[in-house]
C-alpha cells in the first residue's frame, strides 16, 4: 500500500466513526460518474437464484475491479419495503415494522465478503481461524473493518461499510421475499454455507449461486459488518437511513456457516459490540465518490 493511502487512514477513519445521521447522505454517498480510474470492468453472464421459486436463471452483470483485485457491481437507487412480514417465519420484533425505504445515491458494493488475501494485503495480517486465501476473512472486529476501509481509501473514493438498508437492498436484489431467492429455507444450499453444509467452518467465497444482481454469499458463509449502530426502525417511510447517532452494537447482517436458516434471511438483523472479533463475522464493502 501506498505511503500516499496511508496519510489519510486516520482522517478518513475519524471520518466514518463521526459522520452524525443529519448529514449521513451528504458525506457517504455520492453519484458515481463511472467506476474509479484504474478499475476494470468485465460483463458476465451468471446462473442466480432468483425469486419466487429461487429458480436458476441466467443473468448478464459486470463485474468492476479494483486494483486489488476485488470484484464490485453497481448498484443503481430505487425503493424496497425494508424489514420482515408479520407473518414470515422466524420473524423477530426489531425486524419491523416493515416501511419504504429509498436510496437515492447509486454505489459499488462488493460481489463478494473480503477475502482473506486482501485484507492481509492492505492491513498486514491474517487474523483468520479458517486458513484460505479466498476465505472471507473472520475474526475481524468492525473497528477492524473500518480501519481496512479508511487504509483502502484514496484522495477520490471512500471504501466503507454499508449501510443497512444499502445491506438489505443489495441482498435483497429486487426480490420481496424471506431469502433472496424465495421463501424455502430447504433451498439455501443454492446460494449459501449455513450449519447443515458448511462442516463447521468457512468456504472460499462465490461457490455458490449468487442473487439476482451478482452478489455472492449474501446469505451464510460470514456474519457482515454495517456501518450503523443498532436501534428500532422508525415508522414511516426513510431516505437513505444511517441508523441512531450512538449506540452499544453494532448491526451485522446475513448469518454464518454456524447458523441454522432463520438468522440467514434478507431481513434479520443481528448485533455485536465494535470490539469483538467472532470467528463468524466478516465483511463486505461500498465503494462511493468524495463528495
Known amino acids: 500500500m501506498g505511503t500516499a493511502k496511508r496519510g489519510h487512514t486516520f482522517l478518513i477513519l475519524a471520518l466514518l466513526l463521526s459522520i452524525p445521521v443529519s448529514c449521513s447522505r451528504e458525506r457517504l454517498l455520492a453519484e458515481p460518474k463511472g467506476p474509479p480510474s484504474g478499475w476494470g470492468a468485465e460483463t458476465r453472464t451468471i446462473l442466480a437464484q432468483v425469486p419466487p421459486g429461487g429458480e ?116 435483497r436484489a429486487g426480490s420481496t421475499t424471506a431469502y433472496c431467492y424465495g421463501d424455502d429455507p430447504g433451498q439455501l444450499g443454492e446460494c449459501a454455507w449455513y450449519v447443515v453444509n458448511s462442516d463447521e467452518k468457512t468456504h472460499e467465497v462465490g461457490l455458490k449461486q449468487p442473487n439476482a444482481w451478482g452478489q455472492y454469499d449474501v446469505h451464510g458463509n460470514v456474519w457482515e459488518w454495517c456501518q450503523d449502530w443498532r436501534g428500532p426502525y422508525e415508522r414511516g417511510p426513510a431516505e437513505d437511513p444511517a441508523g441512531p447517532t450512538a449506540g452499544t452494537y453494532r448491526v451485522v447482517r446475513g448469518g454464518s456457516w454456524f447458523d441454522y436458516p432463520l438468522p440467514l434471511r434478507s431481513a434479520a438483523r443481528g448485533r455485536n459490540s465494535p470490539s469483538n472479533r467472532p470467528d463468524d463475522h466478516g465483511f463486505r464493502v461500498v465503494c462511493t465518490p468524495r463528495p
Not at 74 to 103: K, N, W
Not at 120 to 148: I, T
Open 56 to 171: 436458476a436463471e441466467a443473468k448478464e452483470v459486470t463485474y468492476y475491479t479494483n486494483e486489488l483485485g476485488m470484484e464490485f457491481v453497481l448498484v443503481q437507487p430505487g425503493e424496497f419495503t425494508m424489514g420482515s412480514a408479520r407473518r414470515e417465519s422466524g420473524r423477530e420484533a426489531e425486524e419491523g415494522p416493515q416501511h419504504q425505504v429509498r436510496i437515492t445515491r447509486a454505489f459499488y458494493i462488493g460481489a463478494h465478503e473480503v477475502t482473506q488475501e486482501q485484507y492481509a494485503k492492505v492491513m498486514g495480517k491474517n487474523p483468520s481461524k479458517f486458513p484460505g486465501p479466498r476465505n472471507p476473512v473472520e475474526q475481524v472486529s468492525w473497528l477492524d473493518a473500518v480501519e481496512f476501509c479508511a487504509r483502502l481509501s484514496d484522495d477520490d473514493h471512500i471504501y466503507r461499510l454499508p449501510t443497512e438498508a444499502e445491506w438489505e437492498y443489495a441482498c
